[in-house]
């Protein structure tokens, strides 16, 4: 008896819910709406809008997760097009071309600049480069020779560039070498005449350029006013007369006046940049003058600076 009013209450909950359902309510039931996204398109994007408003069951536009509705003026899908399960949007980052410094990369050398890694270009750690700070050489790269003083006993001065000796006499508070200078630098100097080697007896013949730094350090060439003191007490014969060079022709300098003039070269003041002594013919003379063309002349020595 249970079992058949059971079954009758079952058959009449059925009649009563298809009684009161339509059949759209019901397919709605068993099959309930996808939730529906919204896209709403940037406004750089590239898709083309949706053209005409239409509109659809507020039903169908529900999100499902958050149960909210879609903003005003959104596209509802057309009516009967298949619901999206994804949808997929284009997003486009922006960002502006930044500037970095070109990376530095080393030879496998250390050094703290550019030139350094130029000049050790190539040379890897197994090579010639320098291995510790003990055994490293710093190149300093001077244009010039190392300054080097003469050595000075008594009145007697040794020109350690070369071991010359020469002997020192004092001429008012001035300190002169007593012959001339007979150093001789890789260039500028002038010796050779008829495969003799006239330096060797009239001291060095050099051009103005060279002559003005040719003295041993801590010396230089005479003043005017150095020449006329020292002119005043020394005999005619103390003056070297060793004659000169005439560089006009390059190839073949002309030597010329041995025994008859003599020259030394000064610091320059106004236009007299040496010193003549003119002896021949029972004629003497001394006398300043400017250089006439390119010549090269004694230099006698004086101790100091200007």
Request: aromatic share 10%; proline share 5%.
């Amino acid at each position: 008896m249970k079992k058949i009013t059971t079954f009758l209450g079952c058959v009449g909950v059925v009649c009563l819910f298809s009684g009161c359902s339509s059949e759209d309510d019901l397919g709605k039931i068993i099959t309930p709406s996808a939730p529906v996204a919204e896209v709403v398109p940037s406004s750089d994007s590239k898709a083309p809008a949706s053209s005409g408003n239409s509109t659809a069951n507020s039903s169908a536009v529900l999100n499902s997760s958050s149960n909210t509705a879609p903003q005003s003026g959104s596209s509802a899908m057309s009516s009967g097009a298949a619901v999206p399960d994804t949808v997929h949007k284009q997003v486009v980052i922006k960002s502006s071309a930044s500037s970095y410094p070109d990376p530095y990369f080393s030879s496998g050398i250390f050094c703290w600049t550019a030139e350094c890694e130029t000049k050790w270009a190539g040379v890897t750690s197994s090579s010639a480069a320098p291995k510790s700070s003990s055994s490293m050489t710093i190149d300093i790269g001077m244009s010039v020779e190392a300054p080097v003083y003469p050595k000075i006993e008594g009145n007697v001065m040794t020109d350690l560039r070369d071991n010359q000796t020469y002997k020192l006499v004092t001429v008012g508070s001035t300190r002169w070498m007593d012959s001339n200078l007979k150093y001789k630098p890789k260039s500028g100097v002038y010796c050779e005449h008829d495969g003799d080697d006239v330096c060797a007896t009239y001291g060095g013949f050099y051009t103005y350029g060279i002559a003005q730094g040719i003295c041993p350090s801590g010396w230089r060439l005479p003043t005017q006013e150095e020449v006329e003191a020292a002119d005043a007490v020394q005999a005619h014969e103390w003056w070297t007369i060793g004659g000169r060079f005439k560089l006009d022709n390059a190839e073949s300098p002309e030597y010329g006046l041995a025994k008859e003039q003599g020259y030394i070269w000064i610091i320059q003041s106004g236009n007299y940049t040496s010193f003549r002594v003119k002896d021949y013919s029972g004629d003497t003379e001394h006398t300043f003058q400017s250089s006439e063309g390119s010549r090269a002349y004694n230099v006698r020595c004086v101790e100091g600076t200007i």
